[in-house]
């Protein structure tokens, strides 16, 4: 009650004078690029490799980074980078540190609470539970910092939400001890722990940093990715090639036939310079047939080798270590990326081009490229087919009824199997091109994205259904671990508390997405299975925070807030115990028929 008649008094005074009162972000500097980072210690991750996805790079001064799968950065341990890095992380704590407090307030934070810009100096340990909320009040310029001189552990579940313009990017934790995260933890902000440990549970996320001065880092199948906004440089990854007159075609090989097997659509040219062309009907194809080589197929020959040779010799911002584990949900932010071997897509992988419409994409694969059955290139935030280019040097082999997007410029021969989609291009200097019952989109037509319809929560345990008026396209969890959807159905099934990214893909490749809060489910009900009418029971349940009701009070009433059952006549009354957040626990009682009175003398 006092902290939120506290934010009453600091609204005033920030439409008063608000310039006295708001904080001032800190530079983090080189250390800013790293979304997991210590000065001294080891960055471990500790469970299965690939279902931890990182945005940033990640490092060590004096220590090693161990357990990791593809990280969308880079690795960096005792190096150049990471000495620059410690350097600029103790400069940023010591700002955090000094900064002048605006209040004080207890070390129990959220449980529903809003706060408002400024320094806020907790002189204790503290602990995050359920929701708090941050308050820009409409200034995308806001400061938060978070300065506490003990250590800092947040609840099950537990949620950092962010309001009226408040920015990741401007909150900061500034901690004096153990960070510890507990499961389906949401954290935003940069934490840094000082001469402490940073453990960050399983399935969380953060939007944010983990920092550390002096001690170790862990993650376990986590998502945490570096904020946007704040002067963050806007990513656009490199300079997209000159595709002259290769733009026009959607399967061209230079040296090595063209063929299709079955109806295949397709919206380009289609041909080779070498060899014959076959099995592509007129009907079916929008564009020209070059049926055997001639000028138009000679000029390609001439652009495409200019395009190879242009992606090429693109300088690498990212190595991809784990070609083995490529896929798998990986999200890839607008960069030129290296496999340096030959690369099984497995499942899905995400590109997100951050907002930035002309962001481009560069995927090199130094080996032969075999996405599995079913599996998803998908453009999130943004991203266009046309501005994505996989480099392949080696064969591709697409797997039935996958889903890819880009250009693909390859060295070896390019498979289409029964089912799969590829809006771009496939085209090689070498080998032949291969296409079973597919289509092939050049120019994906503009399409304006409606909006997913449903609940936005679940239970764990339970399940809802989602809807999209575009029917017929696919259904993706970006974190199954947290919700799982039919990919045709809709019906989402809550696995464990945290929030979840549902992404829709229509059949014209246009991405919708909505997150989904997934709670825990409430705790089963004890108590008594049977009461005499007349007589009372009490039920109980570990799940605080809820009501009682029951479904028939002509047969047993029960207490909304003390489970108290009593009988009122002969039947079964259904009890349920709902939380706030919907989950529900629901338990049969039996109303037995209270006995006929005694008879008999009073005294023997």
Same mark, same amino acid.
């Given at each position: 009650?006092?902290?939120?008649?506290?934010?009453?008094?600091?609204?005033?005074?920030?439409?008063?004078?608000?310039?006295?009162?708001?904080?001032?972000?800190?530079?983090?500097g080189?250390?800013?690029?790293?979304?997991?980072?210590?000065?001294?210690?080891?960055?471990?991750?500790?469970?299965?490799?690939?279902?931890?996805?990182?945005?940033?790079?990640?490092?060590?001064? $004096?220590?090693?980074?161990?357990?990791?799968?593809?990280?969308?950065?880079?690795?960096?341990? *005792?190096?150049?980078? $990471?000495?620059?890095?410690?350097?600029?992380?103790?400069?940023?704590?010591?700002?955090?540190?000094?900064?002048?407090?605006t209040?004080s307030?207890?070390?129990?934070?959220? =449980?529903?609470? &809003?706060?408002?810009?400024?320094?806020?100096?907790?002189?204790?340990?503290?602990?995050?539970?359920?929701?708090?909320?941050? @308050?820009?009040?409409?200034?995308?310029?806001?400061?938060?910092?978070?300065?506490?001189?003990?250590?800092?552990?947040?609840?099950?579940?537990?949620?950092?939400?962010?309001?009226?313009?408040?920015?990741?990017? @401007?909150?900061?934790?500034k901690?004096?001890?153990?960070v510890?995260?507990?499961?389906?933890?949401?954290m935003?902000?940069?934490?840094?722990?000082?001469?402490?440990?940073?453990?960050?549970?399983?399935?969380?996320?953060?939007?944010?940093?983990? +920092?550390?001065?002096?001690?170790?880092?862990?993650?376990?199948?986590?998502?945490?990715?570096?904020?946007?906004?704040?002067?963050?440089?806007?990513?656009?990854?490199?300079?997209?090639?000159?595709?002259?007159?290769?733009?026009?075609?959607?399967?061209?090989?230079?040296?090595?036939?063209?063929?299709?097997?079955?109806? &295949?659509?397709?919206?380009?040219?289609?041909?080779?310079?070498?060899?014959?062309?076959?099995?592509? =009907?007129? +009907?079916?194809?929008?564009?020209?047939?070059?049926?055997?080589?001639?000028?138009?197929?000679?000029?390609?020959?001439?652009?495409?080798?200019?395009?190879?040779?242009y992606?090429?010799?693109?300088?690498?911002?990212?190595?991809l270590?784990?070609?083995?584990?490529?896929?798998?949900?990986?999200?890839?932010?607008?960069?030129?990326?290296?496999?340096?071997?030959?690369?099984?897509?497995?499942?899905?992988?995400?590109?997100?081009?951050?907002?930035?419409?002309?962001?481009?994409?560069?995927i090199?694969?130094?080996?032969?490229?075999?996405?599995?059955?079913?599996?998803?290139?998908?453009?999130?935030?943004?991203?266009? #087919?046309?501005?994505?280019?996989?480099?392949?040097?080696?064969?591709?082999?697409?797997?039935?009824?996958?889903?890819? @997007?880009?250009?693909?410029?390859?060295?070896?021969?390019?498979?289409?199997?029964?089912?799969?989609?590829?809006?771009?291009?496939?085209?090689?200097?070498?080998?032949?091109?291969?296409?079973?019952?597919?289509?092939? =989109?050049?120019?994906p037509?503009?399409?304006?994205?409606?909006?997913?319809?449903?609940?936005?929560?679940?239970?764990?345990?339970?399940?809802?259904?989602?809807? =999209?008026?575009?029917?017929?396209?696919?259904w993706?969890?970006?974190?199954? $671990?947290?919700? &799982?959807?039919?990919?045709?159905?809709?019906?989402?099934t809550?696995? #464990?508390?945290g929030?979840?990214?549902?992404?829709?893909?229509?059949? +014209?490749?246009?991405?919708?997405?909505?997150?989904?809060?997934?709670?825990?489910?409430?705790?089963?009900?004890?108590?008594?299975?049977?009461?005499?009418?007349?007589?009372?029971?009490?039920?109980?349940?570990?799940?605080?925070? *809820?009501?009682?009701? $029951?479904?028939?009070?002509?047969?047993? &009433?029960?207490?909304?807030?003390?489970?108290?059952?009593?009988?009122?006549?002969?039947?079964?009354?259904?009890?349920?115990?709902?939380?706030?957040?919907?989950? +529900?626990?629901?338990?049969?009682?039996?109303?037995?028929?209270?006995?006929?009175?005694?008879?008999?003398?009073?005294?023997?």
């Open positions: 009650m006092k902290l939120k008649l506290l934010n009453v008094l600091i609204a005033v005074l920030l439409f008063l004078i608000p310039h006295e009162i708001s904080a001032q972000t800190p530079s983090l080189t250390a800013g690029d790293f979304v997991l980072f210590t000065t001294v210690g080891a960055v471990t991750n500790s469970g299965i490799a690939h279902l931890t996805h990182l945005t940033g790079h990640v490092g060590s001064n $004096s220590g090693s980074s161990t357990g990791f799968g593809n990280v969308d950065g880079v690795m960096h341990d *005792g190096d150049l980078v $990471s000495g620059t890095a410690a350097a600029d992380l103790v400069t940023a704590y010591g700002i955090l540190n000094s900064a002048t407090p209040f307030p207890s070390g129990l934070l959220g =449980n529903g609470d &809003t706060l408002l810009p400024g320094v806020y100096h907790v002189a204790s340990a503290a602990t995050l539970n359920l929701n708090l909320y941050l @308050n820009a009040l409409g200034d995308p310029n806001a400061v938060f910092i978070f300065q506490i001189d003990g250590s800092l552990s947040t609840g099950t579940g537990s949620k950092v939400k962010l309001i009226n313009g408040a920015l990741a990017c @401007n909150v900061f934790w901690v004096e001890g153990l510890s995260m507990a499961s389906g933890t949401f935003r902000g940069t934490v840094l722990a000082h001469n402490a440990a940073i453990n960050i549970g399983t399935l969380d996320t953060l939007e944010g940093r983990a +920092l550390s001065i002096n001690g170790a880092i862990t993650t376990n199948s986590d998502l945490a990715y570096l904020p946007i906004g704040c002067g963050s440089s806007v990513l656009t990854g490199p300079a997209a090639p000159a595709l002259v007159s290769t733009a026009a075609y959607a399967a061209f090989s230079s040296i090595g036939p063209v063929t299709n097997t079955g109806i &295949t659509y397709v919206k380009g040219d289609v041909g080779t310079n070498s060899g014959l062309t076959t099995g592509f =009907n007129p +009907l079916f194809v929008t564009g020209m047939i070059h049926p055997v080589p001639d000028a138009s197929t000679i000029a390609c020959a001439g652009d495409l080798t200019n395009v190879y040779n992606l090429n010799t693109l300088p690498i911002n990212i190595e270590l784990y070609p083995a584990q490529f896929g798998n949900d990986l999200v890839l932010t607008p960069h030129t990326y290296l496999l340096n071997a030959a690369t099984a897509l497995i499942g899905n992988i995400y590109l997100n081009a951050q907002g930035n419409p002309n962001a481009v994409f560069v090199h694969v130094n080996g032969a490229l075999t996405p599995s059955a079913s599996s998803h290139v998908y453009l999130i935030n943004g991203a266009k #087919s046309k501005n994505v280019y996989w480099l392949v040097n080696g064969a591709v082999n697409i797997g039935g009824t996958s889903l890819f @997007n880009g250009t693909i410029i390859g060295s070896g021969a390019i498979t289409l199997n029964t089912g799969d989609t590829l809006y771009g291009r496939a085209m090689t200097i070498v080998g032949a091109v291969n296409i079973n019952a597919s289509y092939i =989109n050049t120019t037509d503009p399409c304006v994205a409606t909006a997913i319809t449903g609940a936005n929560q679940v239970c764990v345990g339970s399940a809802t259904t989602w809807t =999209n008026p575009d029917t017929g396209g696919v993706t969890s970006y974190h199954p $671990s947290i919700a &799982t959807i039919g990919s045709l159905s809709g019906i989402i809550g696995v #464990s508390a929030i979840d990214t549902i992404l829709y893909v229509t059949t +014209l490749a246009c991405e919708i997405t909505k997150t989904i809060t997934v709670n825990p489910a409430t705790a089963s009900i004890t108590g008594a299975n049977a009461v005499c009418v007349g007589a009372t029971t009490t039920f109980s349940n570990t799940s605080t925070g *809820g009501t009682w009701s $029951s479904s028939a009070i002509l047969k047993a &009433t029960i207490g909304s807030l003390s489970g108290i059952v009593t009988g009122v006549s002969a039947g079964t009354a259904t009890i349920s115990y709902i939380l706030s957040t919907g989950c +529900l626990a629901t338990k049969s009682v039996t109303v037995i028929a209270a006995s006929a009175s005694i008879t008999g003398a009073n005294a023997v």
